[in-house]
C-alpha cells in the first residue's frame, strides 16, 4: 500500500508539471492570439505579439508532439490502435502544419 500512495504523489506531480501547466500555458497563449491577437492582424503594432504568440504555440506543439513519440517509443504501433491516441497526436500535427502554411 505504502508503494502505491508514494508513486501515486510522484505520478500526480510530474502530471500536473510535465502535462497540466504546459497545457494550461499554450491554451490561453491560443485563446489570447485567437480573440485579440488575430482580429487585429493588419495592425501593425500587434505584428510582433502575434509572432511571439505563434512561436510559443510552435514550442508546445513540438514539446506535446515529443512526448507522445516517447509513448509511441514505449507502446510500439499499439499506440496507434487506441481512438484516444490519436485524438492526442493530431492537433499538435495540425498546429505545426498551420504554422507552416
Do not use: C, H
Not at 491554451?27 to 510559443?56: C, H, Q, T
Amino acid at each position: 500500500m505504502n508503494v502505491i500512495d508514494f508513486n501515486y504523489k510522484l505520478v500526480k506531480k510530474y502530471t500536473v508539471l510535465l502535462l497540466f501547466i504546459p497545457y494550461i500555458i499554450f491554451f490561453m497563449a491560443f485563446v489570447f492570439y485567437m480573440n485579440v491577437v488575430f482580429s487585429n492582424r493588419f495592425d501593425p503594432e500587434w505584428k510582433g505579439i502575434g509572432i511571439l504568440l505563434l512561436i510559443i504555440q510552435g514550442f508546445f506543439a513540438i514539446y506535446f508532439l515529443v512526448n507522445e513519440g516517447r509513448q509511441i517509443v514505449n507502446d510500439g504501433l499499439d499506440y496507434l490502435v487506441s481512438f484516444w491516441n490519436i485524438i492526442d497526436i493530431i492537433p499538435p500535427i495540425g498546429i505545426i502544419v498551420l504554422l507552416i502554411i
